[in-house]
């Protein structure tokens, strides 16, 4: 099923409906805003474009819904991957997926096929973890996913394969010997200049096995899949985003007991132990919302790593999340933690679920990067009171100064027109940023208006936007954390997770949904 439009949204003269003025753009250097009115208006502004919208209606998948995207971007061609009709216990109903071949001006959109029976020309009951990659070498795009069965093995991940990201063949198995895996992820070496230009890999972990970290390597656009090859030490991890530098090193952040990174220099044929970035502090965000410090990663054109996640450290008791990131060169040795200043440190705003992009063609002290992220303006507030709002920020000179921040929707998201999971509502556990010509585009998941009493009602309104005239110029004024320094070691409880498979964790496994 696919679907080709180009949505023009009516501006919201939020004064009108709110009886406030709300800055779309800037925000004075903060992420705040004013309390939420009686009358919920529409986040959707005149600056969103929807990218995709949810067909479906078979259950058990709550419609309609569309969460946890991924976005990938080769030339003026942008390629995007989200859950669609989210299951509650786990998965969706199908893999979405969205392309632009226009910079993002227009884009076309479907539903992965072969999957799943709610698709219907599929085996599993449901499907997960969506990530994209783009193959240089064998002009292939790659949506790596988690398929889900009660009734039949299923692999661990399996991999999409396209030649112009509108039509997708079924599904190829990574690695079928799995008794279960979580948080897959997939990335190509598309430079030129390395000795292993051409592979593509998949990183996942086994929550039946300390949740043991494992890669599989392909050398032919996706189409086989070696071994599952474990770190040298048999690390266990979740979330693992690896990017590929351009002599080939492959760097994996991950988040373990701590954060930290495995390398592979000789293409995939082994793993390097993880070596630590930092220790984690953060606070559980609240209102029930699925959130947590996984990575948020992305390489620059000379290939230095950026790992960016949530944290409390710089915040008095540990009582909201600012984001911080650390950079490598060689994925061994890292940087000290860099808060970036999104807010003042005695703010109230809380921040999270970041995605991070970084210009291509740009390295170094002249990098640009940029970050989606949600926020909540008070960190303190309930499921029935925390407004949610998309956020923007970015830097053009390597992260030493900071452009003011933009809110990205024009009124605050409730958090009971989200979707349930196993591990609280749902916008998804990562979100995405991408350059095309140097313009900065993310993809996030938007939810409207369509209950009236909290928690009760079966119909939701969400789905996968991104916005539209975003630049990286720099702003008159420049924000820095460059005195800013850590307050103490303090961090919240890390609760078990449920994954998605359903296979209960070890008890040692540490999952990140907790409500405050």
């Known amino acids: 099923m696919t679907n080709k439009f180009r949505l023009r949204s009516k501006i919201w003269t939020l004064c009108a409906i709110l009886g ?3 800055s779309l753009a800037g925000c004075s250097g903060s992420s705040s805003s004013p309390n939420s009115p009686s009358q919920p208006a529409n986040p959707v502004g005149s600056n969103l474009i929807q990218v995709s919208s949810d067909p479906f209606s078979v259950g058990p998948g709550q419609h309609a819904t569309e ?17 669609v009709g989210r299951i509650a216990p786990g998965g969706a109903t199908d893999i979405g997926w969205a392309t632009s071949t226009d910079a993002g001006a227009t884009w076309t959109h479907g539903s992965l096929p072969g999957m799943t029976k709610g698709e219907g020309t599929g085996p599993f009951d449901a499907a997960s973890d969506p990530a994209v990659a783009y193959d240089a070498k064998h002009n292939m795009w790659l949506i790596a996913s988690l398929p889900l069965s009660s009734t039949i093995q299923t692999p661990a991940v399996v991999v999409s394969r396209s030649m112009d990201g509108v039509n997708w063949g079924n599904p190829i198995s990574v690695e079928p010997g799995a008794v279960s895996s979580d948080k897959n992820w997939i990335v190509c070496d598309s430079w030129v200049s390395s000795p292993h230009y051409g592979n593509c890999y998949v990183e996942w972990d086994d929550p039946s096995n300390n949740d043991q970290v494992f890669m599989n390597t392909s050398t032919d656009g996706g189409l086989t899949w070696g071994a599952a090859t474990p770190t040298t030490n048999f690390a266990g991890g979740i979330g ?15 988040e373990t007991d701590v954060m930290a990174a495995f390398v592979s220099s000789d293409g995939g044929a082994s793993w390097s132990a993880p070596v630590t970035i930092s220790n984690i502090q953060f606070h559980g965000d609240a209102g029930g919302i699925r959130s947590g410090p996984l990575p948020s990663a992305a390489v620059d054109g000379s290939g230095t790593i950026w790992n960016v996640w949530e944290d409390c450290r710089y915040r008095a008791n540990c009582t909201t999340n600012d984001l911080v990131y650390s950079t490598s060169t060689d994925g061994v040795t890292w940087s000290a933690v860099t808060r970036i200043p999104i807010d003042d440190t005695a703010s109230t705003v809380d921040h999270f679920i970041p995605g991070t992009g970084i210009d291509p063609a740009t390295s170094g002290a002249s990098a640009h990067v940029a970050l989606h992220y949600y926020y909540y303006p008070q960190t303190q507030c309930t499921a029935s009171t925390c407004q949610l709002f998309v956020g923007f920020i970015s830097s053009t000179n390597g992260g030493s100064t900071w452009n003011d921040p933009s809110t990205i929707t024009a009124a605050p998201m409730s958090l009971s027109w989200l979707p349930n999971s196993q591990n609280g509502l749902m916008v998804g556990d990562y979100i995405a940023t991408s350059f095309v010509n140097g313009v900065p585009l993310g993809v996030f998941a938007v939810a409207q208006n369509t209950k009236t009493t909290f928690g009760v009602g079966s119909s939701f309104h969400e789905a996968i936007y991104t916005a539209k005239g975003l630049t990286l110029k720099m702003s008159a004024r420049q924000l820095s954390s460059a005195h800013d320094q850590p307050l103490h070691r303090l961090s919240d409880k890390i609760e078990r997770e449920v994954p998605e498979k359903g296979i209960s964790p070890p008890l040692r496994r540490r999952a990140r949904r907790s409500a405050k």
Do not use: C, D, K, R
């Open 20 to 22: 406030f003025t709300f």
């Open 67 to 83: 969460v946890e995207p991924h976005m990938f971007a080769n030339g003026m061609t942008l390629v995007a991957a989200f859950q």
């Open 240 to 254: 693992g985003q690896p990017l590929v530098q351009p002599n080939g090193t492959v760097v994996v952040p991950i």
